[in-house]
C-alpha cells in the first residue's frame, strides 16, 4: 500500500458485516480518529468517491447501497474507481470530544478536509458526495477546497435550513438533558431498546448509544439556523468548473421537493429525482440511484 495511505485497521460498527469487497480504518484526522470504510482498492484507484453521512448516521448507512454501486462500477468497466464512506465526529465509533463546542458546522467542515487530504486528494481529486447533513457539510468542504474534488454531488440535502418546529426547537435541549436515545424514541416510538431483528433498525438503536449527545444536540441545532451558499456555489462551478449533482426521493419528509429544484435551477443543472424514495433514497431505489451516480461521474 501507498504510505500516504497506511491507515489502522478498526472494527465494523453496526449489526452488518462488511462487504467482502471493502474493508474498515481509522483516519487519523486533528479531532481525533474518524472511522472509515473504503473497497479494498482504495490504495491504487484512479478515482475516489468519498461518501458523507446525515444526521443520526455513521458509515454504515451506505453498506446496504455500496454492493449496487459497486456492481454498477465493474459492469461499466470502472475497475479504477474507489468508494468511501467516514463517519464524522461524533457519529457511532469515530472520535467524539466531550466538548458541547466542539460540534459547530465549521468544526465538521474543517474534518472533512482533513479527510480527503489524507485520503490523497491533492493527487486524485475527490468525487464528494453527501447526504443531508452530509451534504450541508459537502457543499462547504468544496468552496473552502475546491481543489481538492473532482465533482460533488448531494442527495435528500437541502440548500436551506429545516423548517423549525416547536417539537424541533426544543430537540437540542432534550438531547443534552436525557441524552442520544431520545432520538431513537422518537423515530421508533413503538420499539424497545432491545436487539432489533430489522438491521437498519438496530443500527440506529446503536448509533444512538454510541453517538455523542452534543455532536447531535449541536446538529439538530444548526441545521434549523444554516445558511444557504448557493450564491457561492454557482460562483465556485463557474469559477472552478468542479461538476455539481442534486438527487433527491421525491417522497422526502425533511425538505419540499422545491427547495432541490429552486437550487438545481439557480445552478443551471437538472436535479435527478427519483418516484418511490424517500430521504433515504440510496436505499429506496438503489439500482436506479447506483446507475445514475456513476454515469454523472462519467461526465465529469
Known amino acids: 500500500m501507498n504510505d500516504k495511505l497506511r491507515f489502522p485497521r478498526v472494527p465494523q460498527f453496526g449489526p452488518f458485516d462488511t462487504p467482502e469487497f471493502m474493508r474498515t480504518f481509522g483516519i487519523d484526522c ?9 473497497s479494498r482498492n482504495l490504495d491504487t484507484a484512479r478515482r475516489v468517491a468519498v461518501f458523507i453521512p446525515g444526521f443520526t448516521g455513521s458509515k454504515e448507512d451506505f453498506i446496504p447501497f455500496f454492493p449496487y454501486l459497486w456492481r454498477e462500477l465493474r459492469s461499466t468497466g470502472h475497475d479504477d474507481f474507489a468508494i468511501v464512506a467516514y463517519s464524522q465526529r ?3 465509533d469515530s472520535a467524539a470530544p466531550n466538548d458541547r463546542n466542539a460540534y ?3 468544526d465538521f467542515v474543517a474534518d472533512g478536509c482533513e479527510v480527503l487530504e489524507r485520503l490523497g486528494a491533492a493527487d486524485r481529486p475527490i468525487d464528494l458526495v453527501g447526504h443531508s447533513f452530509g451534504g450541508v457539510v459537502a457543499r462547504r468542504v468544496a468552496l473552502r477546497r475546491p481543489e481538492l474534488l473532482r465533482s460533488l454531488t448531494v442527495f435528500d440535502s437541502g440548500a436551506v435550513p429545516v423548517k423549525l418546529s416547536p417539537v424541533i426547537k426544543a430537540g437540542p435541549a432534550i438531547i443534552r438533558l436525557l441524552g442520544p436515545m431520545v432520538m431513537y424514541w422518537a ?4 420499539l424497545r431498546d432491545e436487539p ?4 437498519l433498525a438496530e443500527l440506529f438503536r446503536q448509533c444512538m448509544h454510541a453517538s455523542s449527545k452534543y455532536h447531535l444536540a449541536s446538529v439538530a441545532d444548526f441545521m434549523t439556523k444554516f445558511s444557504d451558499v448557493t450564491d457561492e456555489l454557482k460562483m465556485f462551478h463557474v469559477k472552478h468548473g468542479v461538476p455539481i449533482n442534486i438527487m433527491y426521493g421525491k417522497n422526502d419528509d425533511v425538505w419540499p421537493n422545491d427547495v432541490y429544484d429552486d437550487e438545481a435551477a439557480a445552478l443551471g443543472i437538472a436535479p435527478v429525482a ?3 424514495a424517500g430521504h433515504l433514497a440510496q436505499d429506496d431505489q438503489p439500482k436506479p440511484f ?3 451516480l456513476v454515469q454523472f461521474w462519467d461526465r465529469c
Not at 486533528?30 to 473504503?38: D, E, K
Open 30 to 38: 486533528s479531532v481525533g480518529r474518524l472511522t472509515a470504510m473504503a
Open 90 to 92: 461524533g457519529q457511532a
Open 104 to 106: 459547530e458546522l465549521d
Open 187 to 190: 423515530y421508533r416510538p413503538k
Open 196 to 199: 432489533q431483528a430489522d438491521r
Open 274 to 276: 427519483f418516484d418511490n
Open 290 to 292: 447506483a446507475k445514475s
